[in-house]
């Protein structure tokens, strides 16, 4: 399986993350790459540099006000004078019956979920790198290859059409499902990492033609809180096509994978013709934020539950944070798909 991977995701290194009150560094760190792409290497998988597709692909996904916002954020926020060395609101309005601001400090608060999507002075162009090695990944597939992985930092399935929040800007895995959509009448987007993909779950909510399914720690004690339970299940021509799967606290292999055999088939009664996996290695039992508890192992059987699916597939880097194990959990994921295709 060929990967997509671009360096220019260090353009964005931020350090603000606040838990239980508490800042701290953030777990969402360039080394995350690194060892993600150690883990290619060690897979022989060859790499492939993206193309830069422009604001197209993006903009099929993300509305004109919030590109813009986050496209000029950093050079507002600097002009301001006495500004911090990262852009988090002091305000998220819940914009009922409220006006779009002109403030920079006024856009940020309307443009972002939680704190924990600090913008720094190269997180746009980082971004942007990342949804162009989803779209190129997509590309891919659409020209023919049977299944690309697209290293993405940072991640994106958390992001709203709108809204920033959980690390994510751009909703890669949105991104690179509009542009299968361009030849597919039908695609499911199956979300495995440990965290609910809340934004993909908004962009998609009242869509019949883009299925959405999250395998993640169920929202009762994990983030995002307030999304991703199982009475979810889209809204207008779009009901019936979420689907989540919310499991308990240290779930292990066998129950993940049965999890998984859920989600297919909710997805082949929907007969898509292509598939995005929104590919979080979170759900690791060594994973700093300690969800679920899938071994090495476990992320070989579900690459080989995924092959099964028998669908052209984009695989999105999602979550996945620093432990020994996250590149060998990435090896492990695409060489148990590869045997089982
Ligand atoms: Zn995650």
């Given at each position: 399986?060929?990967?997509v991977?671009?360096?220019?995701?260090?353009?964005h290194?931020?350090?603000?993350?606040?838990?239980?009150?508490?800042?701290?560094?953030?777990t969402?760190?360039?080394?995350?790459?690194?060892?993600?792409?150690?883990?290619?290497?060690?897979?022989?998988?060859?790499?492939?540099?993206?193309?830069?597709?422009?604001?197209?692909?993006?903009a099929?996904v993300?509305?004109?006000?919030?590109?813009?916002?986050?496209?000029?954020?950093?050079?507002?926020?600097?002009?301001?004078?006495?500004?911090?060395?990262e852009?988090?609101?002091?305000?998220?309005?819940?914009?009922?019956?409220?006006t779009?601001?002109?403030?920079?400090?006024?856009k940020?608060?309307?443009?972002?979920?939680?704190?924990?999507?600090?913008?720094?002075?190269?997180?746009?162009?980082?971004?942007?790198?990342?949804?162009?090695?989803?779209?190129?990944?997509a590309?891919?597939?659409?020209?023919?290859e049977?299944?690309?992985?697209?290293?993405?930092?940072?991640?994106?399935?958390?992001?709203?059409?709108?809204?920033?929040?959980?690390?994510?800007?751009?909703n890669?895995?949105?991104?690179?499902?509009?542009?299968?959509?361009?030849?597919?009448?039908?695609?499911?987007?199956?979300?495995?990492?440990?965290?609910?993909?809340n934004?993909?779950?908004?962009?998609?909510?009242?869509?019949g033609?883009?299925?959405?399914?999250s395998?993640?720690?169920?929202?009762?004690?994990?983030?995002?809180?307030v999304?991703?339970?199982a009475?979810?299940?889209g809204?207008?021509?779009?009901?019936?096509?979420?689907?989540?799967?919310?499991?308990?606290k240290?779930t292990?292999?066998?129950?993940?994978?049965?999890?998984?055999?859920?989600?297919?088939?909710?997805?082949?009664?929907f007969?898509?013709?292509?598939?995005?996996?929104?590919?979080?290695l979170?759900?690791?039992?060594?994973?700093?934020l300690?969800?679920?508890?899938?071994?090495?192992?476990?992320?070989?059987?579900?690459?080989?539950?995924?092959?099964?699916?028998?669908l052209?597939?984009?695989?999105?880097?999602?979550?996945?944070?620093?432990?020994?194990?996250?590149?060998?959990?990435?090896?492990?994921?695409?060489?148990g798909?590869?045997?089982?295709?």
């Open positions: 399986m060929k990967a991977y671009s360096d220019l995701h260090r353009s290194d931020p350090q603000f993350f606040l838990v239980r009150g508490v800042v701290q560094r953030t969402e760190q360039p080394e995350r790459a690194d060892r993600l792409l150690a883990g290619l290497k060690a897979g022989k998988h060859t790499l492939i540099e993206p193309t830069k597709f422009g604001q197209g692909p993006r099929r993300h509305s004109p006000e919030y590109l813009s916002f986050l496209e000029g954020a950093w050079d507002e926020w600097s002009a301001l004078g006495n500004a911090g060395p852009m988090i609101a002091n305000m998220h309005p819940v914009r009922n019956a409220g779009y601001p002109t403030h920079i400090v006024g940020l608060g309307w443009h972002t979920v939680d704190t924990a999507a600090p913008i720094g002075p190269g997180t746009w162009a980082g971004a942007c790198a990342s949804s162009d090695v989803a779209v190129t990944a590309q891919m597939v659409l020209d023919g049977d299944a690309v992985y697209a290293l993405c930092r940072p991640p994106g399935h958390h992001a709203y059409r709108d809204l920033a929040g959980g690390f994510c800007f751009l890669n895995g949105a991104i690179a499902a509009e542009h299968l959509r361009q030849k597919h009448e039908r695609v499911a987007i199956l979300d495995v990492d440990v965290h609910h993909g934004g993909t779950q908004g962009i998609f909510y009242e869509r033609d883009v299925f959405t399914v395998i993640h720690a169920d929202p009762s004690f994990f983030y995002p809180f999304w991703g339970y009475h979810e299940r809204a207008g021509p779009g009901l019936g096509t979420n689907l989540n799967i919310p499991l308990a240290g292990g292999d066998d129950d993940y994978v049965k999890a998984l055999a859920l989600a297919e088939k909710a997805i082949r009664s007969a898509p013709t292509a598939l995005v996996v929104a590919l979080g979170d759900a690791s039992e060594k994973d700093p300690a969800g679920l508890a899938v071994t090495t192992d476990g992320f070989r059987r579900i690459g080989e539950a995924l092959a099964r699916f028998g052209p597939t984009v695989l999105v880097q999602e979550g996945g944070y620093l432990s020994d194990i996250l590149g060998a959990n990435l090896t492990a994921v695409l060489g798909f590869e045997a089982a295709r």
